[in-house]
């Protein structure tokens, strides 16, 4: 993923405020600080670092598509490569901020345990001299390993490279060339050469094909175009994109693979084409910097993607994520039948606090991807190897919490903890707001009006985490039930408000000087037939990922509070709402640290 052009991004966030009121996520662009790119750090700043989360030792990373991903085999290969899970990220050798940007280069056997190797891609040819940006991995039958990504030019051009292992039987994957025979694909005469990039991992079709997707636009219209190749050395456009939509701005870090309508246990790999299918297709915003997702039907002869209309395609659309989270990829994992999602949450702190500590960035927990019972949206689990790192366990059963109260969970390290919550509302459903319309997609705004302390009727309910006694500073995760007169049903809003999370002030007037203390918000499609909704929260120092109803919603939030931190942190279980809730069972654990987390490389 690349720095867009300063000038257009600019008019584009000028003609995009004036057409809409209610873009979220602005705040999280990405700068170009070149007199910062390269000021490196001798230590880092520990207070907010992660225990248990993927992180460099410092600097800057960027997101797992942004770099390639996880790799992605085909069924004629093995589970992962010769033993190890592959992780390449873009990484700034020299800073903490974006600049520099190598293909880092980790393995791991768990997804929990990484040990960091030398670099993987650099700038270094004439095909990719200004950069050496996203892409994704293939295993090629005959070939082995190959990275698709794009490289920019001396002319600033977005063009699409390959790279293969100096040496395929090394299970480390050490080496890799950029032969000379590149670029594969270059931007024609009718497309945007500043705004072509990110190939998907590509699949194999039964014409006898590899496909791959790249992201692209034409003025304001988001474009995914797809790409044809026999040999994986030609490629040729599609007469058609994919898919595309007006009034969407780039599209960044494309992601496109099929989930079953009828196995709800399992995942599928990208060349599956079985009958009882539905596609997804997710693009990242490079304006909003929020991705959204449709799911829809793939003609392969066509090469034509249709969503299925059930749910907005453009930015009201579905997420994997409502919160701090972008330039995610997927891969199937073989392993365990299943498809696995990485997704890149940024600092939301300034920029001189990030030069400050000597690090930004960091990827979320890696999760399970599946299609809802319902078939309307997928949703969205922690890997079950996370679990492995559980210890200190606390619970807490048939508890009744009334209106203002709050339950410490003790017995644990609150700020680096892992909580699930089951709450049960079933008797006082009746006593729930009633929800206005002029809401239905706008949670964000809701979130805002009616935060954890606006007494509701049922709810606001939920976590209170990295939290002061007094509540100085705290990170509310939390729900809060309507009722729809539309469809007399109730409606669940969840929110996760970082707005009260820190005692920091701003250093300053300008957008890089001011914390971004946002409220991230979605509403939760769960009918509460037996009162139940559950919460789950992965608490990490600065990082709060929270998954509503078992994945259905999911919020990462990025926070740093002062006061709030290490043992001094705490976690509660809250009510404000008029109507009194049960928690019918708490299971909370304290997180350790991996054994093996980057202890060498990536320096």
């Not at 998954?547 to 290490?566: D, Q, W």
Request: with cysteine; hydrophobic share 35%.
């Amino acid at each position: 993923m690349g720095i867009s052009n300063i000038v257009s991004v600019l008019l584009l966030l000028v003609l995009l405020s004036l057409s809409s009121n209610n873009i979220k996520g602005v705040e999280a662009f990405h700068h170009v600080y070149e007199n910062l790119q390269s000021q490196s750090v001798e230590s880092v700043d520990h207070l907010h670092r992660t225990a248990f989360h993927f992180q460099p030792p410092k600097h800057w990373i960027n997101g797992t598509l942004i770099s390639s991903s996880i790799i992605s085999f085909l069924k004629t290969g093995p589970v992962y490569y010769k033993g190890f899970y592959h992780l390449f990220y873009q990484y700034n050798t020299k800073g903490a901020v974006w600049g520099n940007i190598v293909w880092a280069h980790s393995v791991s056997k768990d997804l929990v345990n990484w040990e960091a190797l030398e670099h993987a891609l650099y700038p270094s040819k004439w095909f990719d001299i200004k950069g050496t940006w996203s892409g994704s991995i293939t295993i090629v039958p005959g070939k082995g390993p190959v990275i698709l990504y794009t490289g920019v030019n001396q002319n600033e051009t977005q063009i699409q490279n390959y790279a293969i292992p100096k040496d395929p039987s090394d299970p480390y994957l050490r080496k890799w060339i950029k032969p000379d025979d590149n670029p594969l694909v270059m931007p024609d005469y009718t497309m945007n050469g500043s705004a072509f990039r990110d190939p998907t991992t590509a699949w194999f079709s039964k014409d006898g094909h590899w496909r791959t997707v790249v992201g692209s636009k034409r003025k304001h219209r988001g474009i995914a175009y797809i790409y044809r190749s026999r040999d994986f050395k030609h490629w040729v456009k599609a007469k058609h994109p994919v898919h595309s939509k007006e009034s969407t701005g780039m599209w960044e870090c494309p992601d496109f693979f099929p989930v079953s309508t009828t196995d709800f246990q399992n995942g599928l790999d990208l060349d599956y084409t079985g009958l009882n299918t539905k596609h997804v297709l997710k693009v990242s915003l490079d304006i909003t910097r929020f991705e959204y997702y449709t799911l829809g039907k793939y003609d392969p002869k066509k090469d034509r993607y249709v969503p299925n209309g059930d749910t907005p395609d453009g930015w009201d659309g579905l997420r994997f994520d409502y919160g701090n989270f972008y330039a995610s990829k997927t891969f199937f994992d073989y392993k365990k039948n299943r498809r696995i999602l990485w997704g890149w949450a940024n600092e939301s702190d300034t920029v001189e606090d990030d030069i400050t500590k000597g690090w930004a960035g960091l990827q979320v927990i890696p999760r399970t991807v599946l299609l809802d019972a319902n078939k309307n949206q997928l949703v969205f689990w922690p890997i079950e190897e996370i679990e492995s790192l559980r210890t200190n366990y606390v619970r807490m059963n048939n508890k009744n919490i009334k209106m203002g109260q709050r339950l410490e969970v003790k017995g644990i390290t609150p700020a680096q903890a892992d909580v699930e919550v089951t709450f049960n509302v079933g008797q006082c459903l009746e006593k729930a707001e009633t929800f206005d319309p002029s809401y239905t997609f706008k949670p964000l705004d809701l979130c805002k009006r009616k935060g954890s302390n606006v007494t509701g009727g049922v709810g606001p309910f939920g976590l209170i985490t990295l939290a002061t006694p007094d509540l100085e500073e705290y990170t509310p995760v939390f729900f809060r039930v309507f009722k729809d007169t539309s469809t007399d049903k109730p409606k669940v809003l969840m929110c996760s408000d970082a707005r009260p999370s820190s005692l920091k002030q701003d250093r300053g007037p300008l957008k890089q000087d001011r914390m971004y203390k946002p409220s991230f918000a979605g509403f939760v499609d769960v009918d509460l037939s037996d009162g139940r909704i559950s919460l789950r929260s992965l608490i990490d120092h600065s990082v709060v990922e929270s998954f509503g109803a078992l994945g259905k919603t999911v919020i990462t939030s990025r926070v740093y509070p002062l006061k709030a931190v290490k043992g001094n942190a705490h976690l509660y279980v809250f009510n404000n709402g008029t109507q009194t809730v049960n928690i019918e069972s708490l299971d909370a654990w304290s997180m350790e640290k991996p054994l093996q987390m980057m202890n060498n490389g990536a320096l």
